[in-house]
């Protein structure tokens, strides 16, 4: 109990003592107080009133009860919930809206390289900035319209993930990371450089907005149709992929090469196509933005904004589409809500995410494989979970 | 059915098998045995394409199979259960299962699954487990039943006894009868070189990445030579 304490004790400190040198000495102590009552608050809480056993017993009824209404319906009420929203909100909530599918679509796509593949990607969002850049480009230099544009960005977009896949097949874990992140600076400084094509650091200016008939897309609510449905088409081919052979078979990559190679699975093809399908989705979440920001430069593609994306992906859990939309919406809605707190916003956030690993690592609708995965030591989980998730389709 | 020719390859710089020549006819259980390092799971992996051989040819039904990628070995018919199970632990049996029948699509999964029950009704009651969750026993069974999901005309088995109680290992080994008696030739690996030569018709004895002898199960075991270096006498 003691010892308890003063590991308590000893953590908030700490917290306090790399939180002075940004906020004061007043904030620092303010923050050490609030961290050491939120933990022992915790552990109190933990032990007496409310069980682990009490909150399993509450998730578990509340995932009967979701079980019991049929999924297509739960999937048609979000589907008009989110057609009539933006009756209830105003341009600035629409616009974030806008933003949150966009990375929605990008964080799906990444799911399917990181969650099903398992092949840690850092420069997805170079095929972002590939998929922004190619329509700026196609739309400036040669007239084309969004539609027209459309196709060929996604196929020059899946070239491209092949042919980061191809160096990059032979490696894994840490240093297919560095290899990835080591394409997705050299897009970025390739688009910050090669002025006659990309303007360079200034970027590209008077991107043509879509048009459907004679509607031209100008206002916030334009763009928050069009990104819905294109939100719902990548969900749905997400989903499908997933439960397909295909998707099986990067599960099965995932879990064990070698036994894979022997079950007959083309490792080499399906991780080539795992990476092109991936960045597919990035690259489609390009054109949308350039689309609506009329302007691209390489600002917007920096490293930062892959970690962001990877960090949807893990909050939100791996592998999982419901979990990996409501990570999106998570990371792009909490920064606007905290903008009150200007600078510790990040802080939050970083803060955030430390706490989710340490009581919730598999992400917080992460499905029960990588929960058995991160707890080995659970068996409940691991036993019976499965049984009633897990539906083999083929 | 499948005839290995003058076969070198390397596991990694190491020359793992120098020049070898196995036949095996249909129908047949053969089995490899020799100490460690010898390449008998070296022998397996260039069968099944994942490690190329550097020399020689590997000829299957008549058809050369040695530049053919992995994958593509196990639809013309040859399925390897690799050494240490390899199952997928945090897929269901079933799962698992489907994954074996992976190149065969979901018609001929349907098909193949009773007849699977049938020789593993442990795998049925198991269905919707997690694969990690089996007995050792169980997941050599399992990891068996996956590379039969591919249907294949041949069965390479590496090292079905490793880690399992004797007595265990004899219900595998029995389960391996089974398997060849309804129509699947079978190559098996060894270390239990006693259990081994009793299972099979003809045997390999390998050395240091050669065969150094070649006879029927029988003649082996009976072998002044074998039973001293291999079967402990």
Known sequence: MIKKFIRILLLSLWFGAITFPFTGIRNAILLSISIMASLILWNTLSKGIIKREGIEIVSKRIQTFSSKIPRRILALFFIFLFLILPLFMNNYFIDIANLTGIYIILALGLNVVVGLAGLLNLGFVAFYAIGAYSYAILSTQVNFSFWASLPIVILLVGISGILLGFPALRLKGDYLAIVTLGFGEMTRLVLNNWDSVTKGPNGILNIAPPEVGSIVFREPIHYYYLILIFVILTTFAIKRINNSKIGRAWVAIREDEVAAEAMGIDTVRMKLLSFSFGAIWAGLGGVLFAAKMRFVSPESFTFFESVIILCMVILGGMGSIAGVILGAMILVLLPEALRGFEHYRMLALGAGLILMMVFKPEGILGGPRRRAELRPDDERIYMQEIEIISKPKF | ?233
């Open chain 2, 1 to 233: 059915m499948l005839i290995l020719e003058n076969i070198h390859a390397s596991y990694g710089p190491i020359e793992a098998l120098k020049g070898i020549n196995i036949e095996i006819k249909e129908k047949e259980i053969v089995c490899l045995i020799g100490g460690n390092g010898a390449g008998k799971s070296t022998t397996l992996m260039t069968i099944s394409g994942i490690n190329r051989p550097k020399r020689g040819r590997i000829l299957f039904e008549g058809k050369e199979i040695h530049n053919i990628p992995p994958h593509r070995i196990v639809q013309i018919g040859i399925s390897q259960v690799p050494e240490g199970r390899r199952i997928l632990p945090k897929l269901t049996v079933r799962e698992n299962l489907e994954m074996g029948a992976f190149t065969r699509g979901k018609k001929e999964t349907e098909r193949v699954l009773p007849w699977i029950y049938e020789i593993f009704p442990v795998l049925k009651e198991r269905e919707k487990q997690a694969g990690g969750t089996l007995s050792g026993g169980e997941q050599q069974m399992l990891a068996i039943a996956r590379a039969l999901m591919a249907k294949p005309k041949l069965l390479l088995l590496d090292e079905p006894s490793l880690g399992l109680a004797p007595i265990i290992a004899g219900k595998i080994f029995k389960i391996i009868r089974e398997i060849n008696d309804k129509g699947v030739t079978v190559l098996l690996v060894e270390q239990n070189a006693k259990a081994a030569l009793k299972l099979s018709h003809r045997g390999y004895v390998m050395e240091t990445g050669r065969i150094v002898m070649e006879d029927s199960a029988e003649s082996l075991l009976n072998d002044p030579e074998v039973r001293k270096a291999y079967l402990g006498e």
